[in-house]
C-alpha cells in the first residue's frame, strides 16, 4: 500500500483493502469537484422522477437560498413588504446567507438534497 496522505493511506490500507477493495483513494482526481456536484444535484431536482414528498416549506427555503447565493451571489434588491408572505420569505431567507461564497452555497445545496432525499423519498 503506497500513498503519503495518511488520510488515505489509513482509509485505503487500514479499511478496504482488507476487504478486498484496491485501487481506491479517497483524493483521486475523479472525485467529483464540488460543482459537478452541485450541477449533478440540479438536474436531480429537475428531474420529474426525483420527486419529494411532504418536503416543508422551510426546507424548500434552504434549497432555494442556496440556489440563489450560488448563481447569483449576494441579494441585491430591495426587502419586500411583509404583506408579500412568499416573495418576503423567499427574500429573507436568500438573505440569510449573504457574504457567503458560490462553492460554500454549492456545497450547501447539495448538502440539503442530499438531506431532503433521505428524508422525504417516497418509499
Not at 488515505?8 to 490500507?13: A, E, K, N, Q, S
Not at 484496491?22 to 426525483?50: G, K, P, W, Y
Not at 418576503?88 to 452555497?105: F, H, I, N, P, Q
Request: net charge negative; charged share 30%.
Amino acid at each position: 500500500c503506497t500513498g503519503t496522505n495518511s488520510i488515505c493511506f489509513l482509509l485505503h490500507c487500514r479499511l478496504l483493502q482488507p476487504l478486498g477493495v484496491s485501487e481506491v483513494c479517497c483524493f483521486s482526481s475523479s472525485m467529483a469537484s464540488v460543482e459537478d456536484q452541485f450541477d449533478t444535484a440540479l438536474e436531480e431536482v429537475s428531474d420529474e422522477t426525483n420527486k419529494l414528498e411532504g418536503v416543508p416549506d422551510s426546507r424548500k427555503l434552504i434549497l432555494y437560498k442556496y440556489f440563489k447565493q450560488a448563481k447569483e451571489g449576494d441579494i441585491s434588491t430591495e426587502q419586500p413588504w411583509k404583506i408579500q408572505i412568499e416573495k418576503r420569505l423567499k427574500w429573507d431567507a436568500w438573505d440569510s446567507v449573504r457574504g457567503m461564497s458560490t462553492e460554500d452555497a454549492m456545497k450547501g445545496y447539495v448538502e440539503e438534497w442530499e438531506k431532503q432525499k433521505q428524508e422525504f423519498s417516497p418509499s
